[in-house]
Nanobody, 119 residues
Framework: VQLQASGGGLVQAGGSLKLSCEVFGSPNIYSLMSWYRQSPGKERELVAD???????DYADPVKGRFTISRDLTKNEADLQMSDLKPEDTAVYYC??????????????WGRGTLVTVSS
């Protein structure tokens, strides 16, 4: 199983980017798709996740600016990022995991995609 994240790049503050994540090699639909990010010197942190039922959670710093979506028939998840700020600069990773009985379990990680926001 491989996860492919794409869409990162350099953008000015206030700009937008759309990240995409696609899972290859899995016959099953993952019940949880997540986006995380990691800045230099910081721990990896949740950005947003979405279950197969469409339940969505966002980290407080991105609420109102980022939108996660997924194709429920495929293992794909997008992250639309708007009004980007320099503090959003990070390597963004997608994760394909499981959700059941209210519990989220992380699974496969993909290679990250770098997002750089200039001031």
């Amino acid at each position: 199983v491989q996860l492919q994240a794409s869409g990162g790049g350099l953008v000015q503050a206030g700009g937008s980017l759309k990240l995409s994540c696609e899972v290859f090699g899995s016959p099953n639909i993952y019940s949880l798709m997540s986006w995380y990010r990691q800045s230099p010197g910081k721990e990896r942190e949740l950005v947003a996740d979405i279950t197969y039922r469409g339940k969505i959670d966002y980290a407080d710093p991105v609420k109102g600016r980022f939108t996660i979506s997924r194709d429920l028939t495929k293992n794909e998840a997008d992250l639309q990022m708007s009004d980007l700020k320099p503090e959003d600069t990070a390597v963004y990773y997608c994760n394909a995991g499981d959700y059941g009985a209210g519990e989220k379990v992380l699974g496969q990680w993909g290679r990250g995609t770098l997002v750089t926001v200039s001031s």
